[in-house]
């Protein structure tokens, strides 16, 4: 099982980012699939969720307006797009897998910095 994030870097607040996510290992259309974030000194947080079929979405109120997931169930990827972004976005970014019954999968995480 592999989730593999990309896409986090250096950004000027106000500017975006697109995070991806890239699984294998595991019936990706079967499991919902979440976005997690954790800052220094700070607990891990839930960004947004996507269901399986992608009906559904979910968003920390921190980040509604500003980003939005994606998942794309033939590439084996979910994306987060992240907008107007600001310095308290800052934080290593987790892709995660989840389904009723099974196990979690975790990936290694991106870090996104914002700063001028």
């Known amino acids: 099982v592999q989730l593999v994030e990309s896409g986090g870097g250096l950004v000027q607040p106000g500017g975006s980012l697109r995070l991806s996510c890239v699984v294998s290992?595991?019936?990706?259309?079967?499991?919902?699939m979440n976005w997690y974030r954790q800052a220094p000194g700070k607990e891990r947080e839930l960004v947004a969720a996507i269901s399986s079929a992608a009906v559904y979405k979910n968003y920390a109120d921190s980040v509604k307006g500003r980003f939005t997931i994606s998942r794309d169930n033939a590439k084996r990827t979910v994306y987060l797009q992240m907008n107007s972004l600001k310095p308290e976005d800052t934080a290593v970014y987790y892709c995660?897998?989840?389904?009723?019954?099974?196990?979690?999968?975790w990936g290694q995480g991106t870090q996104v910095t914002v700063s001028s």
């Open positions: 290992g595991f019936t990706f259309s079967s499991y919902t």
């Open positions: 995660n897998a989840r389904a009723t019954g099974r196990r979690d999968y």
